[in-house]
């Protein structure tokens, strides 16, 4: 069974500051999706980023950028310049891309991000 | 367009009733799936839905959890005899298809007392 591990429950940035997101997970498959998503107190769930493991190169979106480690099975999330808006809870998660299956999203634990002004 | 929609927002009932937790999925997506949101916790996989029949129901935890989508849009889940642990947030998302990106709903905070 894939699961996926964020060993960090809450961070803290300074607004403008850099922040890193960490997270690990373990599948025997090949191919599959990671994904950071943010949850803001709404609960409404927003993706972030997304990194197909066939891509070597890491995904990037303005501000957000990932560290994408296939050997390691590291998935890290990075914000640049971090905004009082950035503030949320952030996932991180898995999806096989083998059709057949349900392809349903696997979740960590979640990071708590405070932005600090 | 319109996003995903989830009825009610929150849902507040007595240990052993019986309740109905509503999904609206963006229109067209035939892939619809549900999870559920412990207290400081990532969402955890229940079910999907392919079309009108649920194609995986593994992540259901008892008997007492069904959901249905008798029209391959809406998807209604049921629970019987709610528990304390029931307690959480239901979040629904769908997808064009199962290979597509999911969207998600707001979510229903179910609370059993």
């Known amino acids: 069974a894939q699961t996926v591990t964020q060993s960090q429950p809450e961070m803290s940035v300074q607004e403008a500051e850099t922040v890193t997101l960490s997270c690990t997970y373990d599948?025997?498959?090949?191919?599959?999706?990671l994904f950071w998503y943010k949850q803001p107190p709404s609960r409404q769930m927003i993706l972030v980023i997304r990194?197909?493991?066939?891509?070597?190169q890491n995904a990037t979106e303005n501000r957000f950028s990932v560290n994408f480690q296939k050997a390691a099975k590291s998935f890290s999330l990075k914000i640049s310049d971090s905004q009082l808006g950035d503030a949320a809870m952030y996932f991180c998660?898995?999806?096989?891309?083998?059709?057949?299956?349900?392809?349903?999203?696997?979740f960590g634990s979640g990071t708590q991000l405070t932005v600090l002004p | 367009g319109a996003g995903v929609s989830q009825t009610p927002s929150n849902k507040v009932t007595e240990k052993g009733k019986y309740v109905e937790l509503r999904c609206d999925p963006i229109?067209?997506?035939?892939?619809l799936y549900w999870y559920r949101q412990s207290l400081g916790q990532g969402p955890e996989f229940l079910i999907y839905?392919?079309?009108?029949?649920?194609?995986?129901d593994s992540g259901l935890p008892n008997d007492r959890f069904f959901a249905v989508r008798p029209e391959g849009s809406v998807s209604t889940l049921k629970i019987q005899r709610t528990e304390r642990g029931d307690s959480a947030v239901y979040l629904c998302?769908?997808?064009?298809?199962?290979?597509?990106?999911?969207?998600f709903g707001p979510g229903t905070r179910l609370t059993v007392t």
């Open positions: 998302a769908s997808s064009l298809t199962a290979a597509h990106e999911q969207y």
């Open positions: 599948t025997s498959e090949s191919d599959y999706y």
């Open positions: 998660a898995y999806r096989v891309i083998s059709s057949g299956s349900a392809r349903q999203l696997t």
């Open positions: 839905f392919q079309g009108t029949g649920a194609a995986d």
């Open positions: 229109s067209g997506h035939t892939a």
């Open positions: 990194q197909e493991a066939y891509k070597q």
